[in-house]
């Protein structure tokens, strides 16, 4: 699925994942073998791309890009935004595709104009490596599929892409991989001012994501007043547990993930046997702990025992230890 175009995205946006009908041990025992392969692949699928935990990263994000959206529809200038950002593994990207999803979706079930057949109420758009502004707003024509010729010049491009979101009504530009728009190349400056130009021409509201935004120069030099007035940043950090609150809401991933893997024996909550253990293992990151625990979950389903391993966690953990103690004695 491509959704780097207005095609690819609507796919995405279309998408259901239901989850799949609980059954019983002995019923999967009573399933052919086609039929038990097709119920894991949807165990699979819907642990990976149907169960979106709304962490409090994510709600809050959210809220600040729907409080923009709202504000932007009566600014003729100085649009506001949101700049989510922070380590790789953070969940940003998912957070980024989500917001945009629910709000398309939400369009469309209140039969709003913005999803009027023709209009595209969000575009998504990954800024490439080494980014001029003419490629950068090439991404753009691509997602739009808008004829996007060599000998076109930046400004054809710009007047082309600007009429374009203005007459479908986008209300929510998504750019992802910002940390591209590394400020130290020039390249990446005309880029950036690019994006700051569209914003005041298209009339919608820009959301960005990437890797440690602070260090590409874009907050930062003359360039931090305006960005820092008008963008509301977001930091994406891994999950502390120092306290009750923050153990309550590394709790409540784990039981949102949990449930997700729809293991046929697994024991509500238990899970939470190993909350320390997970947290040492995966540092916080949810990327690395949706990972870790879907790969269990698989094997738990190839073995057929249909549960966690609880006490694989601890031994992990244990591993780990006996690795960093020999090393410093090396």
């Known amino acids: 699925m491509e959704i780097g175009t207005k095609e690819g995205w609507r796919e995405y946006v279309d998408a259901i994942y ?15 073998f086609g039929e038990r392969a097709m119920y ?7 642990a990976q791309a149907g169960a979106f935990v709304k962490t409090p990263q994510y709600n809050t994000v959210r809220r600040a890009t729907r409080e923009r959206i709202t504000a932007n529809k009566f600014r003729q200038v100085g649009k506001l935004g949101v700049i989510l950002s922070g380590a790789p593994g953070q969940g940003k990207t998912t957070t980024l595709l989500q917001i945009g999803k629910e709000h398309e979706l939400r369009r469309r079930q209140t039969s709003h104009p913005a999803a009027a057949k023709g209009n595209i109420p969000v575009v998504y758009v990954a800024v490439p490596a080494q980014c001029t502004a003419k490629a950068l707003m090439g991404e753009f024509a691509r997602f739009l599929g808008l004829p996007a010729h060599p000998r076109r010049t930046y400004g054809e491009l710009m ?12 209300e929510l530009i998504l750019i992802d991989d910002v940390h591209h728009l590394d400020l130290r190349y020039r390249q990446n ?13 298209c009339g919608g509201t820009f ?12 907050l930062s030099g003359t360039r931090e007043g305006q960005i820092r ?6 930091t994406a950090e891994p999950y502390r547990i120092l306290d009750d609150e923050e153990r309550s809401d590394w709790g409540d991933l784990l039981l949102a993930i949990e449930d997700s ?28 702990l949706k990972d870790m ?20 966690f601890p031994r992990k953990v244990a591993q780990l230890q006996k690795r960093a103690a020999a090393q410093l004695v090396g």
């Open 207 to 218: 959301v960005y994501a990437g890797i440690d935004v602070e260090e590409t120069g874009l």
């Open 261 to 288: 893997l729809c293991l046929l024996k697994q024991q509500k909550g238990a899970i939470l046997a190993a909350a320390l253990d997970l947290h040492r293992l995966s540092n916080g990151e949810i990327g690395v």
């Open 293 to 312: 625990l879907q790969i269990a979950a698989i094997r738990a389903i190839e073995d057929g025992v249909e549960e966690l391993d609880i006490g694989e």
């Open 40 to 46: 894991k692949d949807a165990r699979a699928r819907y």
């Open 229 to 234: 007035k008008r963008f509301e940043v977001h």
């Open 189 to 201: 400056i005309e880029a950036s001012d690019m994006l700051k130009q569209l914003s005041e021409r």
């Open 159 to 170: 007047d082309t892409v600007a009429n374009a979101l203005r007459r479908c009504s986008t």
């Open 18 to 32: 239901d989850r799949p009908v609980p059954v019983t041990v002995d019923e999967l025992r009573e399933m052919s």
